[in-house]
């Protein structure tokens, strides 16, 4: 080619108008508050641990945790009194979060709970303190190898993992952001920044710290194995739709779509994409939820955490899996429903009857508690099938009230100790409620309560999602749901009778005497477990005002 051709070729190339200014995105800050305010807190959480001194730093990281979800909290509200969860819902971010009822509810619901969890994680008065200093649930130094040299003298030194706060608040942030992504991008992302965080708190059990870390390393590699699902079916959802926004899935799914790209004519449309891929996310999100059969990882997970990690996942982060299969199943897939129904119903049968059968050979009552959440995951799907608004609002109140069930049932597992820490052998806590009534009279609300005995926040949930469920036309799930409450409601009351009824051993655990902070977290968790269960009409109005999506 000549010198005068390419210099032609450069002259017109320049010729060519320029590109336009990149647009700026446009970030409505006011509606995405709750969840900058908690990452902010994160972020400003992780400068703590690097600038103020190592003596001051657990009551500067307790003060800001706090502060920063009550603020949150607070920004939700005013959210949903300024009309974001009816009228103004709408998409921010540039289509990436939707605000609207149902994510305002679920986010108000997440902050709460993990309100409450977090006075378990600053607890310090259980254990006996160690060379003068107050000690908490978590490892001395995370870093150092169990037993050895490095491990003992942070123990001496008195040093304590305050990085848990920091950790514990991004989690939060990706599970704020989890049931209000409105593209599937956003939700893989919010996805992994809350897993990345609870595989770390999983693994810092000052206590028993080689099954922790054995429990952290199954749910990590379990938790990847979910993420890659996930992520394969978003690529096929793609190729399927041409895009990752819900709103544009959802008018290729039903048909009603006006453009078509080029260059995806020819995948777009093809079902064995669409259905492939929409079973893939599925599948990523009932792994979260703890379904069966992707349930694998929550027995040893559940057991092997600290306690208050326990606690915190067990609520916050089915309350954000499941927001995010409702908004998957009802904004998304709502013209497949013939398709993932049969799907969903076989789902919800093996893990309500699997989790409650299982449940009953369990000796250790994290175990247990553990299946018994598997259980109440089949139920809350039951609400989930019933794809009717009380179908939404039922699964929403359900998730209020289990979660304060299951962080105040956890925070009392956390009182009963015995020279190895927390003693969790069923066999321990016989004659439980002899030695320390009270203790023993608080969790057995909290087990009458998963049991669905009328009276509790339990009952009032599994009557709403079963009335849900049996006009939505799933009768016959309702009575798979009756015989598992039935089979549930064995282990539970085999637990409060083996504290009553038995006589306690010599050499059993104490009960230890917790600090105002434990004591508040099982207190509010009595309070709103027996709120719900006398007078729940106003929490159920509150759901049914909060379950309309934004498409």
């Known amino acids: 080619m000549s010198a005068t051709a390419v ?3 450069w002259t017109t190339a320049a010729e060519v108008e320029p590109l336009g200014k990149i647009p700026a995105p446009h970030i409505e800050y006011a509606q995405l508050a709750p969840v900058l305010i908690v990452v902010g807190a994160a972020v400003l959480g992780v400068l703590v641990e690097a600038l103020v001194p190592r003596r001051a730093r657990y009551h ?11 603020a949150s909290f607070a920004a939700v509200v005013g959210l949903a009194a300024g009309g974001y969860g009816t009228t103004k819902a709408q998409i921010a971010a540039m289509g990436a979060i939707a605000v609207d009822g149902p994510a305002l509810f679920l986010q108000g619901t997440i902050l709460l709970a993990s309100l409450v969890a977090v006075f378990t994680f600053a607890e310090r008065r259980l254990d ?7 000690v908490d649930s978590f490892a001395a130094e995370a870093a150092a190898v169990p037993g050895g040299e490095h491990e003992k003298a942070a123990v001496k030194a008195g040093f304590t993992t305050t990085e848990v706060f920091p950790i514990v608040l991004f989690a939060i942030t990706g599970m704020l952001v989890f049931p209000a992504a409105n593209d599937l991008l956003t939700l893989f992302i919010a996805l992994e920044v809350f897993s990345l965080p609870l595989y770390l708190l999983c693994a810092l059990a000052r206590r028993k710290r080689l099954m922790s870390q054995e429990a952290a390393v199954k749910y990590f590699l ?3 194995f979910s993420s890659a699902f996930l992520l394969f079916g978003i690529a096929l959802l793609y190729g399927y739709a041409g895009s990752v926004s819900y709103a544009r899935i959802a008018e290729v799914v039903d ?3 006006r453009t078509i790209d080029p260059a995806l004519a020819d995948t777009m449309g093809n079902d064995a994409l669409l259905l492939i891929g929409g079973a893939m996310i599925l599948m990523g999100l009932l792994f979260k939820v703890g379904a069966v059969p992707f349930h694998m990882w929550t027995p ?3 057991q092997g955490a600290p306690t208050p990690v326990t606690g915190f996942m067990a609520a916050a982060t089915k309350v954000a899996a499941f927001g995010a299969l409702l908004r998957l199943l009802y904004v998304v897939l709502p013209g497949l429903t013939w398709d993932w129904r049969p799907v969903m119903w076989a789902v919800a049968i093996v893990t309500m009857l699997g989790g409650a059968i299982v449940a009953i050979t369990q000796t250790d009552i994290k175990r247990l508690l553990a299946y018994s959440s598997i259980a109440h995951a089949g139920f809350i799907l039951a609400g989930v099938i019933a794809t009717t608004p009380e179908g939404i609002s039922s699964v929403l109140f359900y998730l209020l009230a289990y979660s304060f069930v299951t ?3 956890f925070a009392v597992v956390t009182l009963v100790r015995d020279a190895g820490g927390e003693a ?6 016989a004659g439980l409620g002899r030695r320390s009534p009270l203790v023993a009279a608080v969790f057995a609300v909290f087990l009458l309560a998963f049991a669905g005995i009328p009276l509790t926040s339990g009952f009032a949930g599994k009557f709403a999602v079963f009335k849900a469920a049996a006009e939505g036309g799933a009768g016959a799930l309702v009575v798979v749901g009756v015989i598992s409450s039935a089979i549930a409601a064995f282990f539970y009351i085999r637990v409060i009778v083996l504290m009553f009824f038995s006589e306690p051993k010599p050499e059993g655990p104490t009960v230890a005497v917790p600090s105002p902070l434990t004591i508040t977290t099982i207190g509010v968790g009595v309070a709103v477990t027996l709120a719900l269960g006398l007078a729940p009409q106003y929490f159920l109005d509150l759901a049914g005002q909060a379950s309309v999506f934004v498409r």
């Not at 500067?60 to 009550?70: D, G, I, K, S």
């Not at 969790?424 to 806590?429: A, F, M, P, Q, V």
Request: net charge positive.
């Open 255 to 257: 048909g009603s779509i």
């Open 128 to 134: 006996p303190a160690a060379h003068g200093k107050r």
């Open 424 to 429: 969790t052998h069923l066999s321990k806590w």
């Open 407 to 409: 962080i105040g049932a």
């Open 7 to 9: 210099h032609s070729l």
């Open 300 to 302: 040893d997970v559940y």
């Open 60 to 70: 500067t990281q307790v003060f800001l945790t706090v502060v920063a979800l009550a």
């Open 222 to 224: 379990l938790g990847a």
